[in-house]
């Protein structure tokens, strides 16, 4: 018998994990292809935590239970350390989740419930976890249409819903009375992942303690330390406690927890990027809606998604030879010619816009079928 016979159902369909390799783009290369911060720490914050690094004892396995940290974040979110849930990267407490949540009934797989489009990596860590996903499309301004998911959650019985919001790559936000009375009716597991919450200075944190089932997932990736993957789940203390059983032990390495720690000391530093990072997203918002024939949709992430006259991969293609990466999300459906947009420094996004300018415009697709705006 092969090995593959043993391999479990739907993982050999999946795609291979391929991200752009970035050496070949040459180094000045805009990467505006995975909603990082595009603002790096300054010379002094790194300095300051080169030191803590020094103090760190790397002979020793890290404090198991990441305390120091949770107890950071605990502070930031206002909610207690024992309802915090850390993971290697936000995405690894999904992956918890499936192992605590994904065991189903026998003869009834446990489902998992998103909106499409939105986060990949959903269905990839359901199918890795032989759980079956039920997406379900949003509507083509993007929005919820609540009587769909909730009749997808009477019909299927997900055991956990994952809604990224703001929603990623749409970028919009969901309406959170909405989003709640979801989570009432499912009555089991309901995250909403806020990886881009920061941008759109609005949390569902507060509506933990108060709504049955509701999780918030948060992530320090996408407001700068995107390097460090730390991530959390936050929900009721029982279940963070029955999900802390079954993550791996020091899942979180001890260089991370020390500098996590020694960043979240200064959270006036991290708000102050933030801040600086909405100030160039609406820059380059800007820039985008002079361009003639491209739909640009509102964003209240660190991203914008854009719609293009023509030919995405042409697009895309286009803006690479111009030394600017960015993600080509089109696909048959809501996604169809769109492209992700990371916001990235002033310059950067200069670059981003001229060259797409020159792209849509001359690109030979659009002036063969030229076709009409979508508002969003
Ligand atoms: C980027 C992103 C994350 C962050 O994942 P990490 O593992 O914390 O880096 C989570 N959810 C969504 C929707 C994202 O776009």
């Known amino acids: 018998m092969s090995w593959q016979a043993h391999l479990r159902e739907g993982i050999q369909a999946l ?20 909603n990082e911060l595009a603002l790096p720490l300054e010379a002094p914050e790194l300095a300051e935590l080169a030191g803590e690094l020094a103090k760190v004892s790397l002979h020793r396995y890290p404090e198991v239970s990441g305390l120091s940290l949770r107890q950071a974040l605990a502070q930031r979110w206002q909610v207690e350390p024992d309802e915090i849930l850390l993971g290697n990267g936000s995405v690894e407490t999904i992956a918890v989740l499936m192992t605590a949540f994904g065991g189903g009934r026998p003869g009834a797989p446990a489902k998992v419930l998103y909106p499409e489009p939105s986060f990949p990596y959903y269905e990839v860590i359901a199918r890795a976890h032989g759980v ?94 995107a390097g460090l993957r730390l991530g959390a789940l936050v929900g009721p ?106 916001v990235g420094t002033g310059a950067e996004n200069e670059r981003c816009a001229r060259a797409l300018e020159e792209a849509v415009t001359t690109s030979s697709a659009a002036s063969r079928h030229c076709l009409p705006p979508e508002g969003p």
């Open 132 to 225: 079956v996903p039920v997406a379900v499309p949003l509507e083509a301004s993007f929005a919820l249409d609540p009587s769909a998911f909730e009749e997808a959650i009477d019909r299927e019985r997900p055991a956990v819903a994952l809604f990224a919001s703001p929603n990623n790559p749409t970028g919009n936000r969901f309406d959170p009375a909405v989003l709640e009375r979801l989570a009432r009716r499912m009555d089991a597991v309901f995250v909403v992942d806020e990886a881009y919450a920061d941008f759109a200075g609005a949390t569902m944190l507060s509506r933990v303690r108060v709504t049955p089932g509701l999780f918030v997932m948060r992530s320090l990736s996408k407001i700068g330390l």
């Open 237 to 342: 203390r029982d279940a963070i406690a029955e999900l802390d059983k079954v993550r791996l032990p020091w899942n979180v390495n001890a260089v991370s927890l020390a500098l996590g720690v020694a960043a979240l000391a200064h959270p006036e530093r991290l708000a102050a990027r933030v801040r600086l990072l909405i100030a160039l997203r609406r820059e380059l918002e800007a820039a985008l809606r002079r361009i003639p024939g491209l739909v640009v949709y509102p964003s209240e992430a660190n991203f914008i998604l854009v719609r293009v006259p023509g030919d995405a991969g042409e697009v895309f293609r286009r803006l690479l030879e111009k030394g600017v990466l960015v993600k080509n999300v089109s696909r048959p459906g809501l996604l169809e010619r769109c492209l992700r947009i990371t």
């Open 15 to 34: 795609a291979p994990l391929a991200l752009y390799d970035y050496r070949s783009g040459g180094p000045g290369l805009a990467r505006l292809d995975c």
